[in-house]
C-alpha cells in the first residue's frame, strides 16, 4: 500500500469521531435536562471507548457523567454501580465519592 490509510485506520477514524460526536451529544443533552437521552448517548460512548481500547482516564470521565445522568433520572441503582465502578478504577474520586454517599 502506498502510505494512504488503510481500511482499518478509516473505520477506527469514524469510530472515534461517533465516540467524540456521541460524549459531545451526551453533554448538550445534559445542559438541556434530558437525563435519561444524556445516559443513553454516554452508554453508546463507552461501548465505543472500551471497543477502541481508550484510555482509563476517558472510561472513567463516561461513567461519572452516565452516573451523573442516572442520579438527575431518578436511577439510583444504575447510577450506584457506575460511581463504584469509577471508584474502582480510582478511589480517590471526590465527585463520585459524593455522589455514591
Same mark, same amino acid.
Request: aromatic fraction near 6%.
Given at each position: 500500500?502506498? %502510505?494512504?490509510? /488503510?481500511?482499518?485506520?478509516?473505520?477506527?477514524?469514524? *469510530?472515534?469521531?461517533?465516540?467524540?460526536?456521541?460524549?459531545?451529544? %451526551?453533554?448538550?443533552?445534559? *445542559?438541556?435536562? *434530558?437525563?435519561?437521552? !444524556? @445516559?443513553?448517548?454516554?452508554? /453508546?460512548?463507552?461501548?465505543? !471507548?472500551?471497543?477502541?481500547?481508550?484510555? @482509563?482516564?476517558?472510561?472513567?470521565?463516561?461513567?461519572?457523567?452516565? %452516573? @451523573?445522568?442516572?442520579? &438527575? !433520572?431518578?436511577?439510583? &441503582?444504575?447510577?450506584?454501580?457506575?460511581? /463504584?465502578?469509577?471508584?474502582?478504577?480510582?478511589? /480517590?474520586?471526590? &465527585?463520585?465519592?459524593?455522589?455514591?454517599?
Amino acid at each position: 500500500h502506498e %502510505g494512504g490509510p /488503510t481500511e482499518e485506520d478509516l473505520a477506527m477514524k469514524e *469510530k472515534l469521531d461517533e465516540f467524540n460526536r456521541l460524549q459531545s451529544l %451526551g453533554t448538550k443533552l445534559f *445542559k438541556g435536562q *434530558k437525563f435519561d437521552q !444524556a @445516559a443513553e448517548k454516554f452508554s /453508546t460512548a463507552i461501548l465505543i !471507548a472500551e471497543e477502541l481500547d481508550l484510555p @482509563a482516564a476517558k472510561l472513567e470521565t463516561l461513567y461519572n457523567n452516565r %452516573g @451523573a445522568m442516572y442520579e &438527575k !433520572a431518578g436511577k439510583m &441503582k444504575e447510577s450506584l454501580e457506575d460511581c /463504584t465502578y469509577v471508584l474502582a478504577m480510582n478511589p /480517590t474520586h471526590s &465527585k463520585v465519592r459524593k455522589r455514591r454517599a
